[in-house]
Each structure stands twice: as structure tokens, then as C-alpha cells.
């Protein structure tokens, strides 16, 4: 018998997710939302709490998709297309996060607008690809997803589905103050204490057998309670042979379908029939699903760059493991042919002291590994599978665990990471260990110690500031802006709400959105890195030193810095007219211009210049290739000079030298530096070394057709198409 109110009810609930959607859109569109983000997280809640909610939000969104289908072919900027990132991203999660049956009527909707969005340009047609792909496995499968995604997180055991995650977050010590920390750690910790296994695999049970048999709510409630009813040896037995039904539905297609639901069926009667006698009696209530547990977070201080090495050694069957349990002996790794001794003081709690001059982080030893054909193909897999049409280039790359690297602080956190990447893919490309088995995936979200400007909120790049790799990822991708650059605020005010002695469990708020970026933050910003070999001179002694950044780079002249300092205090009026003593031509320059055939060479020299500042220009924002922005700051602004290239050599005169700062961040700085050379930082992993000879390199045939300049792939929720 229909319900004579339903037809009131489902009116009123479509009116106000509508509503939802709508806000939710604009709010891309603003530029100073007081809690970007939170609408997304009130409307995840309001599904969580409300399951029967899924059918309506879905149809509303479909509606949206199909509203931007309609104009497809008068869309001719990418603006047009931006609020399909948000929509695609939010049906993904009502999908995985819905404990409600969705008709297979309603799925196949879905799949077809999906199937149409194909068409759109990149980025926007692979976010479509990932979510077809999705719903297309839950279709068949239904519970299959938020089933694959729960293994995952918690490592549960099983003999099916053997791919498992971990959650890092470095926290940069330069930024995150003592309270910063204590509040930051007890806000993600919180995850560790609502993990319990035998209550996840019931859990999995329950969600399974609900999304896939669409059982009512007393029958719901019957199930649950059967559930709580059994020991935890029964409820692993259960959980094993749903796990296994999943598994072999995957395996065979839609042909699998009616044995899947046949599979539960059976045991969904035998957890009835087993628990039939423990059950005295029957609440006929309403049983949400459960929701998609928290992973276990683990949150450090990163004080060293090998400490990323060593926190991917404790993955799960990383290959590592012996090697990094004692990081206080010394650490000789055969696979890399470096050495480097850890002393006590550096497992210190303490503050890290600035380091003048750093030296790279391993010393290099005459030895030699050869790599397998098989493990090259590891190493270069990402940028071979980067090309339109390709496919997997080795099959057990599905099975590989993951470890998910969540970086927070300003743009000396990301600089800092693009060098402990290069180094890992150095040692890699020798001997593949860590690429092997682990699937490596970054994210960033931008913390400061400064607060950010009122008046310019969302101000691109500011690259004044320690921001300016923040504000790029926000300005190619509004939804990470929405989401993940407005967390810096809310961060500030948890801090506040910390000293005031407030729970942190009954704010999840930070938690949910890390885990949603976690999960549907897939698609990488390519950030390129790039080389600087560096000549200094000290006490007559001349060494190279050879380092990585991937924003920024700035050098100066000492015995000049005060000049730089008077030339920015004064009016440019007042500068233009005072008398400036002339002081010649201080540095040579060398450089590649940035033009179509990328040969023309350009010599000459830089007169009064007490300063060089260079940024990467990511062909992100650029609409073309990745660049150098290098501007000479001279005594007399009319000589200031701005050039453009990808690679540039500078050295000085008159045995003057300078000062390098790498990132922004001071305890990456060179001094008495008498020569610059960046170009781009070439992959490690696409150009390896021959068992012929040491200087001579073999290269596989594809390699000359990849990219092989190295960069940081800083997960999204859009990505660019580079």
C-alpha cells in the first residue's frame, strides 16, 4: 500500500536538496564564502543520517550534468565546465557513502549521462572516465565499493581482496607551533580510537547485504540485531564469504550478477538462522547504514627528509621493513649505493637548528646495481599510461598497497618534498624496492604561520608570500580551493577552540574533509622540479653542490643587501630622482630563450644588479610549457629586467659570490656561491644505467618519447592536462 504522504514528503526533500546543489555551486563561484567547504560536509551529513536521501540527490544531480550537456557545443572556456567537478565528485561519494538500495533503473541514468560526458575536453572526461568506471563496478556489484574502500583503509585480512593503505600527515615543524600540533594531532587521532575490527567487518556485512538485497527497514533492524547477537569468530566467518562473493562478482562481469545476489541471500539467512536464538527481541526501528569509518591517520613532525623514507618502510610488505626498524644505527642500503650515519642528536626532540650550506642528504659510494627490464617499466609506467588511449602497462600494479602522504605547511613543506621525491626516485632507479610494491600518492594542504590577507582572500598567486603553490593548485582546481585552501582558517580557529579546552570528537569537521580529499582527490597536478648545480668557494676550496625547487629560487649579493634594503623602503618617485652610485656589471648571464625552437642562446650581462629572483611557471597556469620567470632587481629600476626561460646560468664577477635561498625556506641556503646552472630535473627513473658501463645509459625504446623532466604529483580533485 503506497504511502499517502509520500507524495508530500519526496517534493519537499527534492526542493531542498536542490536547494543544496544550488549553494553548493555558487560557492565555487565566490570569492570571500566565510566556511567554504562546510556546505559540502552538511550535505554529506545530511545523506549519513538520512540514507533514503540518495535517490532524490542523485536524480537532482544527474539533472545538473545534463543541464551542461544541453549547451555542450557553445562551451568554449573552461570556466563552463567547472561545475562538473563538483557534481561528479559528490555523486561518487552518495554512491560509496549511501547504505540504501539504488535501483538499477536509477543506475543505469547515471551511466548513460556519464557515458555523454565523455566528450568533454580534459580534465573535465577523465573525472568522468574514473566515476563511470565506478559506478559501472557498483552497478554489478552493488556494496562493492564502499566494501573495497573499507578493506583498504583498515587493512582488514582477507585472502581476496589484498590491496591495503596508509594515511601519513608530515606536518612542517617551521609552522606548526607546539599548540598547533597538540591540537592538529588530537583532531586526526581521534580516528585511531573509533577503530575495532570485529565492528568494521560486521559493518561491511551489514552495508553489503543492505545495498544489494534492499532489505526493509524491520528487516534492517532484524539484520543488525542478528549481527550484535554473534561472537566475533562467526561475524569473520561472514565477512570472509561476503568478501568472497564481491570478489567473484568483480571477476565475472554482469554474467555474475543473479549468483552474487543468490550468494547473499544464502547468507543472509544464515546469520538469521544462527543468531535466531539469541535474540529476545525484535526492534522493528529504523537502521542507517553504517558510515564510511576513518582511517588510521598518522600524524608526524617532519624534522628530516628521510623520515618520509623511513615512514614508507613501514608499510605493509614495502620491501623495506628490516631496513628501517632502527634509524638510530647506521643506514647502508644495498640497493642504493649510498651510506649515511644517523647520529643520536638527530632523534632529539628539539628544534631543528638552521643549516648553512646543506649537504645532499646521502653520500655517494662507487657502487652499481643492475635494474631488471621488467622494473624500468615500473619506474616510467606513470608517464607511459599519461598518453591518451593507453593501458596498464603491468597488471599486478592493481595489487600494490598505497601509501597516501599528506603534506601541511607553505611552499618550504612542498620544497622539502620535492627533494625527498627526487631522492627516493634516484634510489629506486637503481634498484626498485619502494616503486615495486608501494603506490606513492602526495597531497598538500596549505598551512601558514602568517595570517592570511583580509582584503586579498583569494588573490592568485601571491607570490610574495609562502602561499604561491596554494593559490596556483586553488586557481587550476576552484573545488580543491573550495575545500582544501579554505582549511587554513578553520585550522587557526580549531587551534582557538583548542586552548579553550573543547573536545575534539565532537568537531570531525577537519577529519571528514581530509578524508574525502584522501579518497576522491585522484587526479594529479604535475608541479616540475627543477636541477640547480651550485660552485662555491670557501678558504680557496671549490666544491659543485647540487640540489631541487619547484617554486622558487632567490640569490643576492651580500656586500649589496643593503642597497636592496633602502631601494624597497623608498618611494619609486624618490628612487627614480636620488643619485645611485654605479656599479657595473656584477654577474654574466647565460641563457635558453623560450621560444618555438628553444635553441637561441642569449649572453650578456646584468649591470648594477644586487639580486636575482626566479619562479616556475607551471604550464598549469601558463596554457603552454612549464618556464622560468627570472627577474633582476637592480639598484636603479631602470635597469630591472624580467626574462623568461628553462634554463639559465649566472655567475659573478670580481670574486664577489652570493647567497641562495631555495623554496623560501632559510635553512636551505647556499653561500659563497660564484655560479648558478638550473635546468629541468630530469626523472631518474627514465634514464638508467647499463651493466655495459658505468658512464654509458640504456635507454627502452619508449623512453625517448616521454617527458623526462621530473615533477611532484600533488593530488587534486581535478587535475590538469599537461
Known amino acids: 500500500m503506497v504511502d499517502p504522504t509520500a507524495a508530500v514528503v519526496l517534493p519537499s526533500v527534492e526542493s531542498s536538496l536542490h536547494s543544496n546543489v544550488q549553494t553548493l555551486l555558487k560557492e565555487m563561484n565566490s570569492q570571500s564564502a566565510p566556511q567554504k567547504g562546510r556546505l559540502r560536509w552538511s550535505l554529506h551529513k545530511k545523506l549519513e543520517g538520512d540514507p533514503s536521501r540518495s535517490d532524490s540527490l542523485i536524480r537532482e544531480l544527474v539533472k545538473e550534468l545534463e543541464k551542461k550537456l544541453k ?14 567537478i563538483p ?48 559506478i559501472k563496478v557498483e552497478m554489478i556489484t552493488p556494496g562493492s565499493l564502499y566494501q573495497m574502500r573499507v578493506i583498504a583503509e583498515q587493512n ?8 591495503q593503505e596508509k594515511v601519513f600527515v608530515l606536518a612542517d615543524p617551521a609552522v606548526f607551533s607546539v599548540r598547533l600540533e597538540a591540537t592538529i594531532r588530537a583532531y586526526l587521532e581521534v580516528s585511531s580510537s573509533l577503530r575495532n575490527t570485529p565492528a ?54 554482469a554474467g555474475g550478477h543473479a549468483n552474487y545476489l543468490s550468494k547473499l541471500q544464502d547468507i543472509y539467512r544464515d546469520i538469521l538462522t ?30 628530516y627528509e628521510e623520515d618520509l623514507y623511513f615512514a614508507l618502510g613501514c608499510c605493509p610488505n614495502s620491501g623495506v621493513d628490516g631496513k628501517v626498524k632502527n634509524k638510530r644505527h647506521s643506514v647502508e642500503s644495498e640497493y642504493s649505493g649510498t651510506e649515511t650515519d644517523l647520529k643520536e642528536s638527530d632523534f632529539d626532540d ?25 622494473d624500468k617499466l615500473s619506474l616510467m609506467r ?23 602522504v599528506v603534506v601541511m605547511g607553505d611552499d618550504r613543506v612542498l620544497g622539502r618534498l620535492s627533494r625527498a621525491y627526487h631522492s627516493i626516485r634516484e634510489k629506486e632507479s637503481k634498484c626498485l624496492i619502494l616503486t615495486k610494491k608501494l603506490n606513492l600518492q602526495l597531497y598538500y594542504i596549505p598551512v601558514t604561520d602568517v595570517e592570511p590577507s583580509l582584503s586579498l582572500p583569494d588573490s592568485p598567486r601571491q607570490k610574495e608570500g609562502r602561499r604561491s603553490l596554494a593559490s596556483l593548485l586553488g586557481t587550476v582546481d576552484p573545488w580543491y580551493n573550495s575545500n582544501i585552501n579554505s582549511l587554513e582558517a578553520e585550522i587557526s580557529k580549531l587551534a582557538r577552540m583548542h586552548s579553550n579546552h573543547s573536545e575534539p570528537s565532537q568537531n570531525l569537521f577537519l577529519l571528514d574533509t581530509l578524508c574525502y580529499y584522501l579518497r576522491c582527490g585522484t587526479q594529479p597536478v604535475n608541479l616540475p622540479i627543477y636541477s640547480v648545480k651550485m660552485t662555491c668557494s670557501s678558504c680557496d676550496v671549490t666544491s659543485v653542490v647540487e640540489d631541487v625547487f619547484v617554486s622558487h629560487l632567490e640569490a643576492d649579493i651580500p656586500e649589496f643587501r643593503h642597497l636592496k634594503e633602502k631601494s624597497s623602503k623608498e618611494p ?54 612549464d618556464y622560468l620567470s627570472v627577474r633582476f632587481d637592480s639598484v636603479n629600476p631602470g635597469y630591472n629586467t624580467t626574462i623568461q626561460t628553462r634554463n639559465i646560468s649566472i655567475k659573478t664577477f670580481e670574486h664577489r659570490t652570493l647567497s641562495v635561498c631555495l623554496d623560501k625556506d632559510s635553512c636551505r641556503t647556499y653561500t659563497d656561491v660564484q655560479r648558478i646552472e638550473i635546468s629541468p630535473c630530469l626523472d631518474p627513473g627514465c634514464n638508467i644505467r647499463s651493466r655495459s658501463g658505468v658512464s654509458s645509459k640504456q635507454e627502452l625504446p619508449l623512453s625517448k618519447y616521454l617527458n623526462k623532466v621530473l615533477s611532484l604529483p600533488i593530488n587534486t580533485f581535478t587535475g590538469v592536462n599537461l
Not at 539469541?278 to 558510515?291: F, N
Request: net charge positive; aromatic share 8%; glycine share 6%.
Open 572 to 625: 619609486s618617485a624618490r628612487r627614480k630622482k636620488s643619485t645611485v652610485e654605479v656599479l657595473g656589471a656584477v654577474i654574466s648571464v647565460s641563457y635558453t630563450k623560450t621560444s618555438l625552437s628553444k635553441r637561441e642562446v642569449v649572453n650578456g650581462e646584468a649591470p648594477m644588479t644586487y639580486g636575482v629572483v626566479i619562479t616556475s611557471e607551471p604550464a598549469t597556469v601558463t596554457s603552454g610549457e
Open 274 to 303: 544462527a543468531s535466531k536464538e539469541e535474540i529476545t527481541k525484535l526492534d522493528h526501528g529504523t537502521v542507517c547504514g553504517p558510515a564510511m569509518p576513518f582511517p588510521e591517520i598518522n600524524f608526524l613532525m617532519w624534522k
Open 71 to 84: 549547451g555542450v557545443s557553445q562551451m568554449n572556456k573552461r570556466q563552463s565546465y567547472m561545475h562538473v
Open 156 to 163: 582488514l585480512k582477507n585472502e581476496h581482496f589484498t590491496l
Open 87 to 134: 557534481v561528479l565528485h559528490t555523486l561518487y561519494y552518495v554512491v560509496i557513502q549511501s547504505g540504501a538500495m539504488i535501483p538499477t533503473s536509477l543506475y543505469q541514468v547515471v551511466y548513460e549521462c556519464l557515458i555523454k560526458l565523455l566528450i568533454l575536453p580534459l580534465p573535465y572526461s577523465a573525472v568522468a572516465l574514473s566515476t563511470l568506471r565506478s
Open 200 to 253: 568494521m567487518e560486521k559493518n561491511v556485512v551489514l552495508r553489503v547485504l543492505q545495498t544489494a538485497l534492499g532489505t526493509m527497514n524491520g528487516q534492517s533492524s532484524r539484520l543488525a540485531q542478528s549481527l550484535d547477537a554473534l561472537e566475533d569468530h562467526m561475524i569473520e566467518k561472514y565477512f570472509q564469504e561476503v568478501v568472497l562473493a564481491v570478489e567473484q562478482s568483480i571477476k565475472h562481469g
Open 382 to 404: 606513470e608517464k607511459i599510461e599519461a598518453f591518451p588511449g593507453s593501458f596498464p602497462v603491468l597488471k599486478e600494479d592493481r595489487r600494490r598497497h598505497t601509501a597516501r
Open 350 to 374: 628539539g628544534e631543528q637548528t638552521p643549516v648553512r650550506n646543506p649537504g645532499p642528504a646521502f653520500n655517494r659510494r662507487n657502487a652499481f646495481k643492475n635494474i631488471k627490464p621488467a
